[in-house]
């Protein structure tokens, strides 16, 4: 047995006694989702895991409440709207989300985009982008400080709630943006369309209680929690390395 499957293993084990359901496949390979992609999975973590920089009751309200029900609107979106989830990929609806209800965009790009946020945080990790990602980054952007100011710059900026990205677009170059709402990068009706590397939510659900009004100070903090190892992984996927 691999290292690697027996530390999944054991993290099952370790995560089973804990009542914690986790997705068994890493979340974005071969955009291939499952039937069970459609619906809310476990926490990786614990809800107070990224303390002090999210506080567990943010996290709690935002994954039982807010999440949960995007999961749930998509669930009733999918029978209304003949949407068979085992037949179809989460990405692929989300590539042609222009064809259904106001309440499918909404609750299919909060369903993914909560699932994905989930994953691209843990507590404790690499500081600063791995890799082949680090390369490319500082490729496009100069260095990581002037990347994360950019970042930064996009999650401000989006008036209301929204989003902050980074993706790879078609062509394969790297680029930052920003969508409203519950939209994302990978609907057919966004402005820069590409596939998501590293996101934050910046709806003020995911941060008021701890921060308030200060989004900025949100912003910074979470550099703290930015899963890079699985940035990368994004990154390798979406750009075919
Ligand atoms: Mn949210």
Not at 176 to 185: E, F, G, K, L, W
Request: aromatic share 12%; with cysteine.
């Amino acid at each position: 047995m691999s290292n690697s499957s027996q530390n999944r293993r054991q993290f099952l084990k370790n995560t089973g006694k804990a009542g914690i359901a986790l997705a068994t496949a890493p979340f974005i390979s071969s955009w291939n989702f499952a039937t069970s992609e459609f619906q809310q999975q476990g926490l990786p973590y614990a809800y107070n895991a990224l303390e002090p920089y999210i506080d567990a009751m943010t996290m709690e309200i935002h994954y039982t409440k807010h999440a949960a029900t995007y999961a749930k609107n998509l669930a009733d979106a999918c029978v209304a709207e003949k949407v068979n989830p085992e037949t179809t990929s989460l990405p692929t609806l989300l590539s042609s989300i222009s064809k259904y209800s106001a309440k499918m965009r909404n609750n299919a790009g909060g369903h993914f985009n909560h699932e994905f946020f989930w994953k691209i945080m843990k507590p404790s990790p690499a500081t600063s982008p791995q890799n082949e990602l680090a390369e490319a980054i500082n490729k496009s952007f100069g260095s990581y400080t002037a990347f994360q100011t950019a970042f930064a710059d996009a999650a401000k900026a989006r008036f209301g709630s929204g989003w902050a990205w980074l993706i790879v677009k078609a062509d394969g170059q790297l680029a930052i943006c920003s969508t409203a709402n519950q939209d994302n990068p990978l609907m057919d009706i966004a402005e820069v369309k590409g596939s998501p590397i590293i996101g934050l939510d910046v709806w003020e659900h995911a941060y008021y209680l701890k921060y308030q009004n200060r989004r900025p100070d949100y912003i910074n903090s979470w550099w703290n929690l930015v899963n890079w190892e699985l940035a990368n992984k994004h990154f390798l996927e979406a750009s075919n390395k």
